[in-house]
């Protein structure tokens, strides 16, 4: 199946920092998806992004398709960016009826106050 | 309220009894996913239905049966409950399935967490 490695595993920022969470995958996809789970456990919908990029408030996302990585850059850095960051990925050749999410292992991120 | 619900969100069992957990979306979508949460695992697909009354297994399926009578519902049933059981149980949905660019972002519940004793 489709690996999906996350790097780093863990990342400790002080607040206001600046932040990359990078996202390798091993093969072509049809969907990529960032997620953010709280604290609390929710798992929060931040990107859907299979190519190209997007941005939302302090947060944007780029996925250069062709070269296999997604990239989550997190600016000015708040307590509440605190959790873990999830890339989940659908290959392309997973085709018919058939939907399925890989995930990484995720980054486990720290914003200090 | 709309969106994807789960109940119970916190649920204590024993071993050999049988527990459903239920979920619930609110948008019509034809795609239901149940996941669940491991440390080590991450998050592993059980089962997933692509319509009401089409269901097939995912990565982990041993021990867990689904069925689908409703587009919005998507109740998973340990028949017997093991203590590898316990687990973050997360039910997800989406418009459509695979090769279907935009229409296929999963939407994930808040979870339940499930100890089996």
């Known amino acids: 199946g489709i690996q999906v490695e996350q790097s780093p595993p863990d990342l400790i920022l002080q607040e206001g920092a600046n932040s990359t969470l990078r996202c390798n995958f091993s093969d072509s996809v049809n969907n990529l998806q960032w997620f953010h789970q709280n604290p609390w456990g929710q798992l929060i919908n931040l990107f859907y992004i299979p190519s190209g990029t997007k941005q939302n408030g302090r947060l944007s996302a780029t996925t250069v398709a062709t070269e296999r990585y997604s990239l989550l850059y997190i600016s000015s850095s708040q307590t509440t960016d605190s959790g873990v960051y999830f890339c989940?990925?659908?290959?392309?050749?997973?085709?018919?009826?058939?939907?399925?999410?890989?995930f990484g292992k995720g980054i486990t991120l720290s914003v200090r106050p | 309220d709309a969106g994807i619900t789960q109940s119970p969100r916190y649920k204590i069992t024993e071993t050999g009894r049988q527990v459903t957990l239920m979920c619930h979306q609110t948008w019509s979508h034809s795609y239901m996913f149940w996941y669940r949460q491991d440390l080590g695992h991450g998050l592993r697909l059980i089962y997933y239905s692509a319509a009401a009354d089409i269901t097939d297994k995912g990565e982990v399926p041993d021990g867990y049966v689904v069925s689908r009578s409703k587009t919005e519902n998507f109740p998973l049933t340990l028949e017997s409950a093991t203590r590898s059981q316990t687990s973050v149980y997360f039910c997800?949905?989406?418009?459509?399935?695979?090769?279907?660019?935009?229409?296929?972002?999963?939407?994930f519940g808040p979870g339940t967490r499930l100890t089996v004793l």
């Open positions: 997800a949905s989406s418009e459509s399935g695979a090769g279907v660019r935009s229409d296929n972002e999963q939407f």
């Open positions: 989940a990925v659908e290959p392309t050749w997973w085709t018919g009826a058939n939907s399925k999410l890989t």
